[in-house]
């Protein structure tokens, strides 16, 4: 793990309110993250993880307040100007959410030649720089994803989110339903990813492990903002009853112990 580069901001989000209904998931929301750092998000069951990053790469208009991605309110953008902003953004969802007709080689293409108007020959050479770039064999580009482990539909799905080559990588959920040995392998990969691309990582993860492992900042939403937003050792101090139960459980001392235990 890497302290982040510089305190710059590439997202602030301020006074952000989601509200479904009559449901208020998050009021008077506050957040920065910073250029190349690794900022994980966690929280119980609820509290709009994955609500604010959708919310952050734009997929849902809050009620209320400002998103700003590299400086401009992604939310109050012209649709021409927006379009340009989101292309220095890569999402991995939850279940990967590959196209299931395509193969990962054409699921990678897609947005190069949706996005950047490349011919499909180029389109398909990048696409297997991604796929290699992602830990994947140059083979696994001419599955279809039902054929795929689910690692490497993670994997799969990551290089997609690579396509565009962007500056921020949003990751939801990216070692659920993984094995601890692959949970660990993609931890390290996203590490690797980082430093060599420069990227910036925002990261919605319930994974203690990888926490302890990739994580320079936690964000702890509760009672529907941020309640801490601070170092892993920080974040662990705090007086807090879900932040007690979650980092100095069972699960929680037997994580901190792996990280410090010599490799």
């Given at each position: 793990?890497?302290?982040?580069?510089t305190t710059?901001?590439?997202?602030?989000?301020r006074?952000l309110?989601?509200q479904?209904?009559?449901?208020i998931?998050h009021?008077?929301l506050?957040?920065?993250?910073?250029?190349?750092?690794v900022?994980?998000?966690v929280?119980?069951?609820g509290t709009g993880?994955?609500?604010l990053?959708r919310?952050?790469?734009?997929?849902?208009?809050?009620a209320a307040?400002q998103?700003?991605?590299?400086?401009?309110?992604?939310?109050?953008?012209?649709?021409g100007e927006?379009?340009?902003?989101?292309?220095?953004?890569?999402?991995?969802?939850?279940q990967?959410?590959?196209?299931?007709s395509?193969?990962?080689?054409?699921?990678?293409?897609?947005?190069l030649?949706e996005?950047?108007?490349?011919?499909?020959?180029?389109a398909?050479?990048?696409?297997?720089?991604?796929?290699?770039l992602?830990g994947?064999p140059?083979?696994?580009g001419?599955?279809?994803?039902a054929?795929?482990?689910g690692?490497?539909?993670?994997r799969?799905a990551?290089?997609r989110?690579l396509a565009?080559d962007?500056d921020?990588?949003?990751l939801?959920?990216?070692?659920?339903?993984?094995?601890?040995?692959?949970?660990?392998?993609?931890?390290?990969?996203?590490?690797?990813?980082?430093?060599?691309?420069?990227?910036?990582?925002?990261l919605?993860?319930?994974d203690?492990?990888?926490?302890?492992?990739?994580?320079?900042?936690i964000?702890?939403?509760a009672?529907?903002?941020?309640?801490v937003?601070?170092?892993?050792?920080?974040?662990?101090?705090?007086d807090?009853?879900w932040?007690?139960?979650y980092?100095?459980?069972?699960?929680?001392?037997?994580?901190?112990?792996?990280a410090?235990?010599?490799?």
């Amino acid at each position: 793990m890497s302290a982040a580069r510089t305190t710059d901001a590439v997202i602030e989000v301020r006074g952000l309110r989601n509200q479904f209904g009559a449901q208020i998931v998050h009021d008077g929301l506050d957040l920065t993250v910073r250029r190349g750092e690794v900022l994980a998000i966690v929280g119980g069951s609820g509290t709009g993880k994955s609500v604010l990053l959708r919310t952050i790469v734009g997929l849902n208009r809050p009620a209320a307040g400002q998103v700003r991605l590299f400086g401009q309110d992604l939310h109050a953008l012209p649709a021409g100007e927006r379009v340009a902003l989101e292309r220095r953004i890569g999402v991995l969802f939850q279940q990967g959410a590959l196209f299931s007709s395509l193969t990962v080689a054409e699921n990678v293409a897609l947005p190069l030649i949706e996005h950047a108007r490349l011919a499909p020959a180029q389109a398909a050479q990048l696409a297997a720089l991604k796929i290699a770039l992602a830990g994947l064999p140059p083979e696994a580009g001419n599955k279809l994803p039902a054929e795929l482990s689910g690692g490497m539909v993670k994997r799969a799905a990551l290089a997609r989110a690579l396509a565009l080559d962007p500056d921020i990588l949003f990751l939801d959920e990216p070692t659920a339903g993984l094995d601890p040995i692959g949970a660990a392998a993609f931890d390290h990969l996203i590490l690797t990813l980082r430093d060599a691309l420069g990227l910036t990582v925002f990261l919605v993860t319930h994974d203690l492990d990888t926490l302890y492992t990739i994580a320079d900042r936690i964000a702890v939403l509760a009672d529907r903002r941020v309640l801490v937003n601070d170092t892993l050792a920080a974040v662990a101090a705090a007086d807090d009853a879900w932040i007690r139960e979650y980092f100095h459980g069972p699960r929680g001392r037997a994580a901190m112990a792996a990280a410090r235990a010599p490799s």
